[in-house]
């Protein structure tokens, strides 16, 4: 889905809370399970169901009444926004689509705090750096090839050496893996390169698989344009950029078979078009949030049902902190104070969401410092810029410094109404404390460009959910010149904190080490968060109900469609049935 | 054959002019397709990763060394890799090219038709309630931007009524051979079609209007009436066909109107043309399929304009004659 939507309502935490603790329960439950509250081992469970060859099973499911099935269709209608070519994962995609045909070893995402195994049958820290996979032996690819141990290796091989995957850091960075042995066909061991304790909570939760035999002699996976061939619930059997696509369910997948036959996914990119589509019928459900103007309509409306989803996102000003006066921590800590992110909830996103004063990893992913608190305070920041002599001295209400006013211009995407109007919010939120700011409008493709030519005092944008609930992103968001740019650009509070969180070999202390460096960032932050919006989704329950939301996914994805009780185990769901 | 020869370098040389300027161009509005595309907004990837990225795409040379290698591409028949699309420029263009012809191409020669007889009408009837009547309405239509009328439409003839679909060219999964194919591919034009008909009409309405009053004005057409020639041949065998000249002008004009017109109609009803291709591509600064596409508008283009201009010996036997006369 697009970074468009909203984000969570604080009711939404308790049942997440509900599903971490559940999960904690049931993992204790395991034979050598370990918690984040754990005191650290050097051997560590994620996860281990009894009957590797049964679907998954929650180990907290207390009996067959925790699931409830939405009942069966035969075929699916659903608008999705945008072409994203054939689904090959290094060339450009959308995770919603490549999570159908594709799986990962754990699920559902680095998103939760506790993934379940799924194509791994259990996962097992053996000491700081070495972690064993035991994979499940009842899986085949989409061809009907078996999945084995040599895929799990060559796949990480694959993306380790791809110039271009979205996974590539995630294997040689943050962690970095050396080298993936294959014990047998069904067990692997992750040998990293320092110490990795996230490896099974984060890394093999987001690693889709890829089959060995299909991939082996690509010399160029970026220029693949064949239809992919996964483990994943969906085969996708047809793709054109002119109409859009349609998956086929898997019958033979582990977790049994889907719940819906067929999708059809007609590419509507104008979402005006889209939710007409909507309502005359032609589509089921649109797989994007819809826009706050025609939610009361919808919820009216006896054939549509709109649902809040937690999508993990927000708009967020981004700051030049390698350009005065941005590179002084004070500064950016009164930029910081002076905002009133509340006013921006309810002028931009009209209050359906969270004022954003919890820091910059989304506050609903267990990876967020629990204690941070960052309130509007136009008051510090005024004492701040006095502090560094930034003073009104002609009393025309801008503060000049030797002699120059203060002014900064914030960037912003032209096609983006509600970007648009909360940066103009934010000039008059910087206008009173004293700076002087001024909106640029520019088309979205010079606003792409931004990032590497750092031609821009601040820019408003949309920071995704891999950016915003990642915590091994987070780090790498350190070193890429996203939030700082270590080592080129000093900062050794921060260096010195990515290196202990390199150092850390436990997930308590590895997680410690993340709530300290975001603290560090939120005293003096290079990315404001401005709202943390809701997500309406919306669909007609007449053809088919199953659709439940998944913690960062929202409604459509593969977790609406697999049989529930596999969805549950996997702890895919925000709300699991009861 | 001189005039003939003589037309198509003329056309060569245009599309020489319009092939440098449509290379580089693009260039010049900040941005870079791998950025856009590829660093979101996380900073997923390296600096490194991303010069490794705009290599693959021979993004990295420098411009004149681009523009080398593009005509070198050109005359290999191969137009690059879309940044975007992750595909041959050539394959993602031949694959809306049809939709386009389908949309454009029947718009064209629909708003041309109509626009012709009711502009001729009008000015047979100049003063009359059915004059000003055609005027006044092609001229309150004519002042509605196209994706209003294209809303306006879908609000009525999908959501009200539900005679057609609100969306796209083809029903995914639906019939793709025979009758049936036809049938649904036609039911899904009625709607943008009309739209980017009636968007467009207006200005074809009016300069036939204007030549059809023009020539009724001509002391040659009084001397024709004078001779008792009845008045529907003086209309259309006489009037008529001079008054088309300029409505023929504007025709190969009116195509690339039609192109960029088509852009927010594709848009309003998900219609995968080349308008919205191009719009596309134009916001993720996808340089080789922008070059590719800008290519195929400039040879529509050319070649209707070099048509037009041939056809006038059919329409006008005074070209005939002065072409004669020259060769």
């Given at each position: 889905?697009?970074?468009?939507?909203r984000c969570?309502?604080?009711?939404?935490?308790?049942?997440?809370?509900?599903?971490?603790?559940?999960a904690?329960?049931?993992?204790?439950?395991?034979?050598?399970?370990?918690?984040?509250?754990?005191?650290?081992?050097?051997?560590?469970?994620?996860?281990a169901?009894?009957d590797?060859?049964?679907?998954?099973?929650?180990?907290?499911?207390?009996?067959?009444t925790?699931?409830t099935?939405?009942?069966?269709?035969?075929?699916?209608?659903?608008?999705?926004?945008?072409?994203?070519g054939p689904?090959?994962?290094?060339?450009?995609?959308?995770?919603?689509?490549?999570?159908l045909?594709?799986?990962?070893?754990?699920?559902?995402?680095?998103?939760?705090?506790?993934?379940?195994?799924?194509?791994?049958?259990?996962?097992?820290?053996?000491d700081?750096?070495?972690w064993?996979?035991?994979?499940?032996?009842?899986?085949?690819?989409?061809?009907?090839?078996?999945?084995?141990?040599?895929?799990?290796?060559?796949?990480?091989?694959?993306?380790?050496?791809?110039?271009?995957?979205?996974?590539?850091?995630?294997?040689?960075?943050?962690?970095?893996?050396?080298?993936?042995?294959v014990?047998?066909?069904?067990?692997?061991?992750?040998?990293?390169?320092?110490?990795?304790?996230?490896?099974?909570?984060?890394?093999l939760?987001?690693?889709?698989?890829?089959?060995?035999?299909?991939?082996?002699?690509?010399?160029?996976?970026?220029?693949v344009?064949?239809?992919?061939?996964?483990?994943?619930?969906?085969r996708?059997?047809?793709?054109?950029?002119?109409?859009?696509?349609?998956?086929?369910?898997?019958?033979?997948?582990?977790?049994?078979?889907?719940?819906?036959?067929e999708?059809?996914m007609?590419i509507?990119?104008?979402?005006?078009?889209?939710?007409?589509?909507?309502?005359t019928?032609?589509?089921?459900?649109?797989?994007?949030?819809?826009?706050?103007?025609?939610?009361e309509p919808?919820r009216?409306?006896?054939d549509?049902?709109?649902?809040?989803?937690?999508?993990?996102?927000?708009?967020?000003?981004?700051?030049?902190?390698g350009?005065?006066?941005?590179?002084?921590?004070?500064?950016?800590?009164?930029?910081?104070?002076?905002?009133?992110?509340?006013?921006l909830l309810?002028?931009?996103?009209?209050?359906q969401?969270?004022?954003a004063?919890q820091?910059?990893?989304?506050?609903?992913?267990?990876?967020?410092?629990?204690?941070?608190?960052?309130p509007?305070?136009?008051?510090?920041?005024?004492?701040l810029?006095?502090?560094?002599?930034?003073?009104?001295d002609?009393?025309?209400?801008?503060?000049e410094?030797?002699?120059?006013?203060?002014?900064?211009?914030?960037?912003?995407?032209a096609?983006?109404?509600?970007?648009?109007?909360?940066?103009?919010?934010?000039?008059?939120?910087f206008?009173?404390?004293?700076?002087?700011?001024?909106?640029e409008?520019?088309?979205?493709?010079?606003?792409?460009?931004?990032f590497?030519s750092?031609?821009?005092?601040?820019?408003?944008?949309?920071?995704?959910t891999?950016?915003?609930?990642?915590?091994?992103?987070?780090?790498?968001?350190?070193e890429?010149?996203?939030?700082?740019?270590?080592?080129?650009?000093?900062?050794?509070?921060?260096?010195?904190?990515?290196?202990?969180?390199?150092a850390?070999?436990?997930?308590?202390?590895?997680?410690?080490?993340?709530?300290?460096?975001?603290?560090?960032?939120?005293?003096?932050?290079?990315?404001?968060?401005?709202?943390?919006?809701?997500?309406?989704m919306?669909?007609?329950?007449?053809?088919?109900?199953?659709w439940?939301?998944s913690?960062?996914?929202?409604?459509?994805h593969?977790?609406?469609?697999?049989?529930?009780?596999?969805?549950?185990?996997?702890?895919?769901?925000?709300?699991?049935?009861? | 054959m001189?005039?003939?020869?003589?037309r198509?370098?003329?056309s060569?040389?245009v599309?020489?002019?319009?092939?440098?300027?449509?290379?580089?161009?693009?260039?010049?509005?900040?941005g870079?397709?791998?950025?856009?595309?590829?660093?979101?907004?996380?900073?997923?990837?390296?600096?490194?990763?991303l010069?490794?990225?705009?290599?693959?795409?021979?993004?990295?040379?420098s411009?004149?060394?681009?523009?080398?290698?593009?005509w070198?591409?050109?005359?290999?028949?191969d137009?690059?890799?879309?940044?975007?699309?992750?595909?041959?420029?050539?394959?993602?263009?031949?694959?809306?090219?049809?939709?386009?012809?389908?949309?454009?191409?029947?718009?064209?020669v629909?708003?041309?038709?109509?626009?012709?007889?009711?502009?001729?009408?009008?000015?047979?009837?100049?003063?009359?309630?059915?004059?000003v009547?055609?005027?006044?309405g092609?001229?309150?239509?004519?002042?509605?931007?196209?994706?209003?009328?294209?809303?306006?439409?879908?609000?009525?003839?999908?959501?009200?009524l539900?005679?057609?679909?609100?969306?796209?060219?083809?029903?995914?999964?639906?019939?793709?051979?025979?009758?049936?194919?036809?049938?649904?591919?036609?039911?899904r034009?009625?709607?943008?079609?009309?739209?980017?008909?009636?968007?467009?009409?207006?200005?074809?309405f009016?300069?036939?209007?204007?030549?059809?009053s023009?020539?009724?004005?001509?002391?040659?057409?009084?001397?024709?009436?004078?001779?008792?020639?009845?008045?529907r041949?003086?209309a259309?065998?006489?009037?008529?066909?001079?008054?088309?000249?300029?409505v023929a002008?504007?025709?190969?004009l009116?195509?690339?109107v039609?192109l960029?017109?088509?852009?927010?109609?594709?848009?309003v009803?998900?219609?995968p043309?080349l308008?919205?291709?191009?719009?596309?591509?134009?916001?993720?600064?996808?340089?080789?399929?922008?070059?590719?596409?800008?290519?195929?508008?400039?040879?529509?283009?050319?070649?209707?304009?070099?048509?037009?201009?041939?056809?006038?010996?059919?329409?006008?036997?005074?070209?005939?004659?002065?072409?004669?006369?020259r060769?």
């Amino acid at each position: 889905m697009r970074p468009t939507r909203r984000c969570p309502r604080a009711g939404r935490l308790v049942p997440m809370v509900l599903a971490v603790a559940t999960a904690l329960v049931a993992s204790g439950c395991s034979t050598s399970g370990q918690q984040p509250d754990d005191e650290p081992t050097a051997s560590t469970t994620v996860v281990a169901p009894a009957d590797s060859s049964a679907p998954p099973t929650s180990p907290s499911e207390p009996g067959p009444t925790t699931t409830t099935s939405p009942g069966t269709s035969e075929r699916l209608v659903v608008a999705f926004p945008s072409d994203e070519g054939p689904l090959n994962l290094f060339a450009q995609h959308e995770e919603a689509l490549t999570e159908l045909v594709y799986d990962k070893l754990l699920a559902p995402s680095p998103y939760v705090d506790q993934p379940q195994p799924w194509l791994a049958s259990s996962v097992e820290q053996l000491d700081p750096v070495t972690w064993e996979a035991r994979l499940r032996d009842d899986v085949t690819w989409h061809d009907g090839e078996p999945f084995t141990a040599a895929d799990v290796a060559f796949t990480v091989d694959l993306f380790k050496r791809s110039p271009s995957g979205r996974w590539t850091h995630h294997v040689t960075d943050t962690p970095r893996i050396d080298e993936v042995e294959v014990v047998d066909d069904t067990t692997v061991r992750f040998h990293c390169g320092y110490p990795c304790p996230f490896l099974g909570t984060v890394t093999l939760a987001d690693l889709p698989m890829l089959p060995e035999h299909v991939w082996s002699d690509v010399e160029d996976p970026q220029a693949v344009v064949d239809l992919p061939v996964g483990t994943g619930p969906y085969r996708l059997t047809s793709y054109d950029a002119t109409s859009g696509y349609v998956f086929e369910a898997n019958g033979d997948h582990f977790a049994g078979a889907p719940m819906v036959d067929e999708l059809v996914m007609p590419i509507i990119e104008d979402p005006a078009t889209a939710f007409t589509a909507l309502r005359t019928g032609e589509v089921d459900a649109v797989a994007r949030l819809v826009p706050p103007e025609l939610v009361e309509p919808f919820r009216a409306d006896p054939d549509i049902t709109v649902v809040d989803t937690s999508p993990l996102l927000f708009p967020e000003l981004r700051l030049n902190f390698g350009r005065p006066p941005f590179d002084q921590p004070e500064f950016r800590a009164a930029l910081s104070a002076a905002v009133d992110r509340q006013a921006l909830l309810d002028t931009v996103w009209l209050g359906q969401g969270r004022s954003a004063d919890q820091g910059y990893m989304h506050p609903d992913t267990p990876w967020a410092a629990p204690d941070l608190s960052t309130p509007t305070d136009p008051a510090a920041a005024e004492r701040l810029l006095d502090g560094l002599d930034m003073v009104d001295d002609d009393g025309d209400g801008v503060r000049e410094v030797d002699g120059a006013p203060v002014a900064f211009t914030i960037k912003v995407a032209a096609n983006e109404p509600t970007w648009i109007r909360a940066a103009e919010l934010l000039v008059e939120q910087f206008g009173a404390v004293g700076l002087e700011a001024s909106v640029e409008r520019l088309d979205p493709g010079a606003m792409g460009d931004l990032f590497s030519s750092r031609d821009f005092d601040s820019y408003v944008i949309g920071a995704p959910t891999h950016g915003v609930a990642d915590p091994t992103q987070f780090v790498m968001s350190q070193e890429s010149g996203y939030l700082w740019d270590l080592p080129e650009v000093p900062y050794p509070e921060m260096a010195d904190l990515v290196e202990q969180w390199r150092a850390s070999d436990t997930i308590e202390d590895r997680t410690d080490r993340l709530f300290e460096m975001e603290r560090l960032l939120e005293s003096a932050p290079t990315s404001i968060p401005l709202y943390y919006p809701n997500g309406p989704m919306a669909f007609r329950p007449g053809t088919w109900a199953g659709w439940v939301e998944s913690p960062g996914y929202g409604l459509f994805h593969k977790w609406s469609l697999v049989p529930r009780e596999a969805a549950v185990a996997a702890n895919a769901l925000v709300n699991p049935p009861e | 054959m001189r005039a003939v020869m003589s037309r198509v370098a003329q056309s060569l040389l245009v599309v020489i002019v319009a092939t440098t300027l449509n290379f580089a161009l693009p260039h010049l509005a900040p941005g870079d397709p791998v950025e856009y595309l590829y660093q979101g907004s996380a900073g997923s990837l390296t600096a490194e990763q991303l010069d490794d990225l705009r290599a693959g795409y021979g993004l990295d040379a420098s411009l004149p060394e681009q523009y080398v290698a593009y005509w070198g591409g050109l005359f290999r028949g191969d137009l690059g890799v879309s940044v975007q699309h992750n595909r041959p420029v050539v394959d993602v263009l031949l694959e809306r090219l049809p939709w386009t012809l389908l949309l454009v191409g029947t718009s064209t020669v629909i708003a041309a038709i109509v626009g012709t007889l009711a502009g001729a009408f009008a000015a047979w009837r100049r003063g009359s309630r059915g004059d000003v009547g055609l005027v006044t309405g092609v001229l309150v239509v004519d002042a509605m931007p196209g994706f209003w009328i294209g809303m306006v439409l879908v609000a009525v003839f999908a959501v009200q009524l539900g005679w057609f679909p609100s969306f796209g060219a083809a029903a995914l999964g639906g019939p793709t051979a025979g009758w049936a194919a036809v049938a649904a591919v036609a039911h899904r034009l009625v709607l943008p079609m009309t739209t980017l008909v009636l968007a467009t009409v207006g200005g074809t309405f009016l300069l036939a209007r204007g030549a059809m009053s023009t020539t009724l004005g001509e002391t040659w057409l009084a001397m024709a009436r004078a001779k008792g020639v009845p008045p529907r041949r003086l209309a259309t065998h006489h009037a008529l066909r001079n008054a088309l000249l300029p409505v023929a002008t504007t025709l190969g004009l009116n195509v690339a109107v039609m192109l960029s017109g088509a852009v927010v109609i594709e848009t309003v009803f998900a219609y995968p043309g080349l308008g919205s291709l191009v719009y596309d591509a134009t916001i993720a600064r996808d340089y080789p399929l922008l070059r590719g596409a800008f290519l195929l508008v400039t040879l529509g283009v050319v070649a209707t304009n070099a048509l037009v201009e041939l056809a006038y010996p059919l329409l006008d036997p005074r070209v005939r004659r002065t072409g004669r006369g020259r060769s």
